[in-house]
Protein backbone atom coordinates (compact mmCIF):
# COMPACT_ATOMS: atom_id res chain seq x y z
CA UNK A 1 0.00 0.00 0.00
CA UNK A 2 0.84 3.79 -0.19
CA UNK A 3 3.45 4.97 3.12
CA UNK A 4 5.51 7.88 3.57
CA UNK A 5 8.52 7.75 5.31
CA UNK A 6 9.83 11.12 6.92
CA UNK A 7 12.76 12.22 8.98
CA UNK A 8 12.51 11.72 12.91
CA UNK A 9 12.64 14.92 15.13
CA UNK A 10 13.07 16.64 16.43
CA UNK A 11 14.97 19.22 14.50
CA UNK A 12 16.13 22.32 16.52
CA UNK A 13 18.09 24.98 14.15
CA UNK A 14 19.44 28.60 15.08
CA UNK A 15 17.42 31.43 13.03
CA UNK A 16 18.60 32.26 9.48
CA UNK A 17 19.59 28.40 9.25
CA UNK A 18 19.00 26.01 6.17
CA UNK A 19 16.20 23.62 6.54
CA UNK A 20 16.13 20.34 5.05
CA UNK A 21 12.73 17.58 6.20
CA UNK A 22 13.64 14.40 4.54
CA UNK A 23 10.72 12.72 3.05
CA UNK A 24 10.51 9.25 0.52
CA UNK A 25 7.52 7.54 -0.51
CA UNK A 26 6.21 3.99 -1.25
CA UNK A 27 3.16 4.20 -3.94
CA UNK A 28 2.08 2.57 -7.20
CA UNK A 29 1.49 4.55 -10.07
CA UNK A 30 1.62 8.36 -10.18
CA UNK A 31 0.75 9.71 -6.76
CA UNK A 32 0.33 13.44 -5.77
CA UNK A 33 2.69 15.02 -2.79
CA UNK A 34 1.92 17.33 -0.17
CA UNK A 35 3.51 19.32 2.83
CA UNK A 36 1.36 20.21 5.81
CA UNK A 37 1.98 22.16 8.65
CA UNK A 38 0.89 22.25 12.27
CA UNK A 39 1.45 25.50 14.28
CA UNK A 40 1.69 25.18 18.10
CA UNK A 41 -2.38 25.10 19.19
CA UNK A 42 -3.70 25.05 15.73
CA UNK A 43 -4.98 22.50 12.85
CA UNK A 44 -2.77 21.49 10.12
CA UNK A 45 -2.47 23.62 6.83
CA UNK A 46 -1.67 23.01 3.13
CA UNK A 47 1.77 24.03 3.24
CA UNK A 48 2.56 22.93 -0.58
CA UNK A 49 2.15 20.62 -3.20
CA UNK A 50 3.47 18.90 -6.05
CA UNK A 51 1.11 16.42 -8.71
CA UNK A 52 3.54 15.42 -10.98
CA UNK A 53 7.29 14.26 -11.45
CA UNK A 54 9.76 16.69 -11.23
CA UNK A 55 7.26 19.42 -10.47
CA UNK A 56 8.41 22.37 -7.70
CA UNK A 57 5.72 23.19 -4.52
CA UNK A 58 6.85 26.49 -3.01
CA UNK A 59 5.28 28.55 -0.66
CA UNK A 60 6.45 31.03 2.30
CA UNK A 61 10.34 30.30 1.29
CA UNK A 62 9.78 26.69 1.36
CA UNK A 63 10.22 24.44 -1.38
CA UNK A 64 9.77 20.81 -2.56
CA UNK A 65 10.33 19.08 -5.75
CA UNK A 66 8.35 15.83 -6.63
CA UNK A 67 11.75 13.06 -7.35
CA UNK A 68 10.56 9.74 -8.84
CA UNK A 69 13.29 8.34 -9.79
CA UNK A 70 14.01 8.98 -5.87
CA UNK A 71 10.54 8.92 -4.59
CA UNK A 72 11.36 11.74 -2.41
CA UNK A 73 9.92 14.98 -1.98
CA UNK A 74 12.05 16.76 0.55
CA UNK A 75 11.21 19.85 2.35
CA UNK A 76 13.78 23.29 2.40
CA UNK A 77 13.88 26.25 3.00
CA UNK A 78 17.16 28.68 2.93
CA UNK A 79 16.55 31.01 6.12
CA UNK A 80 14.13 29.63 8.76
CA UNK A 81 12.39 32.12 10.72
CA UNK A 82 11.07 31.72 14.86
CA UNK A 83 7.64 31.95 13.39
CA UNK A 84 8.57 28.54 11.07
CA UNK A 85 8.89 26.35 14.65
CA UNK A 86 5.99 23.78 13.87
CA UNK A 87 5.57 20.11 13.02
CA UNK A 88 5.69 19.46 9.28
CA UNK A 89 4.01 16.49 7.83
CA UNK A 90 4.76 15.18 4.17
CA UNK A 91 1.55 13.60 2.76
CA UNK A 92 1.11 11.30 -0.18
CA UNK A 93 -2.41 10.91 -2.30
CA UNK A 94 -2.55 7.34 -4.51
CA UNK A 95 -5.87 7.47 -6.84
CA UNK A 96 -9.18 8.33 -5.43
CA UNK A 97 -7.86 7.69 -1.92
CA UNK A 98 -7.65 9.66 0.99
CA UNK A 99 -4.28 11.55 2.43
CA UNK A 100 -1.85 9.30 4.20
CA UNK A 101 0.45 11.51 6.27
CA UNK A 102 3.90 10.51 7.73
CA UNK A 103 4.53 10.44 11.31
CA UNK A 104 5.28 14.24 11.13
CA UNK A 105 8.93 16.05 12.08
CA UNK A 106 8.86 18.65 15.21
CA UNK A 107 11.45 22.01 14.05
CA UNK A 108 12.48 24.23 17.10
CA UNK A 109 14.34 27.34 15.10
CA UNK A 110 16.02 29.17 18.37
CA UNK A 111 17.19 33.07 18.15
CA UNK B 1 -12.64 32.31 5.87
CA UNK B 2 -13.18 29.07 5.56
CA UNK B 3 -13.48 27.31 9.15
CA UNK B 4 -13.69 23.88 10.27
CA UNK B 5 -15.29 23.91 13.88
CA UNK B 6 -14.42 21.35 16.64
CA UNK B 7 -16.99 21.69 19.45
CA UNK B 8 -14.74 20.89 21.98
CA UNK B 9 -10.78 22.00 22.08
CA UNK B 10 -10.78 19.71 25.95
CA UNK B 11 -12.54 16.78 27.05
CA UNK B 12 -11.96 14.88 30.27
CA UNK B 13 -13.91 11.30 30.03
CA UNK B 14 -14.24 8.26 32.38
CA UNK B 15 -13.82 4.33 31.46
CA UNK B 16 -16.67 3.45 29.38
CA UNK B 17 -18.48 6.90 29.09
CA UNK B 18 -20.09 7.39 25.58
CA UNK B 19 -17.70 10.39 23.96
CA UNK B 20 -19.42 12.53 20.97
CA UNK B 21 -16.99 14.57 18.91
CA UNK B 22 -18.81 17.03 16.64
CA UNK B 23 -17.51 18.50 13.88
CA UNK B 24 -18.78 21.61 11.29
CA UNK B 25 -17.57 22.90 8.37
CA UNK B 26 -19.13 25.88 6.70
CA UNK B 27 -17.87 25.42 3.19
CA UNK B 28 -20.13 22.60 1.59
CA UNK B 29 -17.51 20.21 1.08
CA UNK B 30 -18.78 16.33 0.52
CA UNK B 31 -15.99 15.35 1.95
CA UNK B 32 -14.96 14.66 5.56
CA UNK B 33 -12.71 12.92 7.71
CA UNK B 34 -11.42 12.15 11.29
CA UNK B 35 -8.13 11.46 12.28
CA UNK B 36 -6.57 10.68 15.65
CA UNK B 37 -2.57 12.29 15.86
CA UNK B 38 -0.57 10.79 18.27
CA UNK B 39 3.37 11.49 19.32
CA UNK B 40 5.40 9.12 17.23
CA UNK B 41 3.04 7.87 15.04
CA UNK B 42 1.75 10.87 13.05
CA UNK B 43 -2.28 11.10 12.00
CA UNK B 44 -4.06 8.01 11.27
CA UNK B 45 -7.20 7.63 9.12
CA UNK B 46 -10.08 6.24 11.77
CA UNK B 47 -13.46 7.00 9.22
CA UNK B 48 -14.68 9.10 6.37
CA UNK B 49 -17.46 10.10 4.38
CA UNK B 50 -18.28 11.46 0.69
CA UNK B 51 -21.80 12.49 1.04
CA UNK B 52 -24.58 12.56 3.69
CA UNK B 53 -25.45 9.54 5.26
CA UNK B 54 -22.38 7.68 3.59
CA UNK B 55 -19.41 6.70 5.63
CA UNK B 56 -15.87 4.43 5.00
CA UNK B 57 -13.32 2.93 6.82
CA UNK B 58 -10.17 4.48 8.02
CA UNK B 59 -7.32 2.68 9.54
CA UNK B 60 -8.14 2.65 12.45
CA UNK B 61 -12.34 1.82 12.97
CA UNK B 62 -11.96 -0.36 16.10
CA UNK B 63 -13.57 1.42 18.82
CA UNK B 64 -15.47 4.49 17.13
CA UNK B 65 -18.35 4.82 14.79
CA UNK B 66 -19.30 8.09 12.87
CA UNK B 67 -23.00 9.95 12.06
CA UNK B 68 -23.20 12.01 9.03
CA UNK B 69 -26.60 13.01 8.70
CA UNK B 70 -26.52 16.58 7.40
CA UNK B 71 -23.64 17.69 4.97
CA UNK B 72 -21.89 20.28 7.11
CA UNK B 73 -21.59 18.13 10.36
CA UNK B 74 -19.76 14.73 10.99
CA UNK B 75 -19.75 13.26 14.24
CA UNK B 76 -17.59 10.74 15.76
CA UNK B 77 -18.38 8.36 18.34
CA UNK B 78 -16.50 6.22 21.16
CA UNK B 79 -19.25 4.40 22.24
CA UNK B 80 -17.55 3.13 25.26
CA UNK B 81 -14.10 5.42 25.65
CA UNK B 82 -11.12 3.30 26.86
CA UNK B 83 -7.56 4.41 28.22
CA UNK B 84 -6.01 3.99 24.85
CA UNK B 85 -8.26 6.73 23.17
CA UNK B 86 -7.02 9.16 24.74
CA UNK B 87 -5.89 11.52 22.13
CA UNK B 88 -5.60 14.31 19.95
CA UNK B 89 -8.76 14.19 17.49
CA UNK B 90 -8.02 16.26 14.19
CA UNK B 91 -11.56 16.32 11.99
CA UNK B 92 -11.06 17.68 8.24
CA UNK B 93 -13.18 18.79 5.37
CA UNK B 94 -12.28 18.67 1.40
CA UNK B 95 -14.02 19.24 -1.81
CA UNK B 96 -15.17 15.83 -3.59
CA UNK B 97 -12.35 16.29 -6.10
CA UNK B 98 -10.52 14.00 -3.30
CA UNK B 99 -7.51 14.12 -5.85
CA UNK B 100 -7.08 18.19 -4.78
CA UNK B 101 -5.27 17.30 -1.94
CA UNK B 102 -6.41 20.14 0.47
CA UNK B 103 -7.93 19.35 2.97
CA UNK B 104 -9.05 21.69 5.85
CA UNK B 105 -8.36 20.96 9.78
CA UNK B 106 -10.40 21.93 12.85
CA UNK B 107 -7.96 23.04 15.78
CA UNK B 108 -8.15 19.41 17.27
CA UNK B 109 -9.88 18.06 20.51
CA UNK B 110 -7.93 16.78 22.77
CA UNK B 111 -9.52 13.88 24.70
CA UNK B 112 -8.65 12.39 28.33
CA UNK B 113 -9.65 9.06 28.93
CA UNK B 114 -9.70 8.50 32.73
Known amino acids: GNSVTQMEGPVTLSEEAFLTINCTYT??????LFWYVQYPGEGLQLLLK?????DKGSNKGFEATYRKETTSFHLEKGSVQVSDSAVYFC??????????FGKGTRLSVIA | DVKVTQSSRYLVKRTGEKVFLECVQD?????MFWYRQDPGLGLRLIYF???????EKGDIPEGYSVSREKKERFSLILESASTNQTSMYLC?????????????FGEGSRLTVL
Open chain 2, 92 to 104: ASSLITLNTGELF
Open chain 1, 27 to 32: ATGYPS
Open chain 1, 50 to 54: ATKAD
Open chain 1, 91 to 100: ALRGGNTPLV
Open chain 2, 27 to 31: MDHEN
Open chain 2, 49 to 55: SYDVKMK
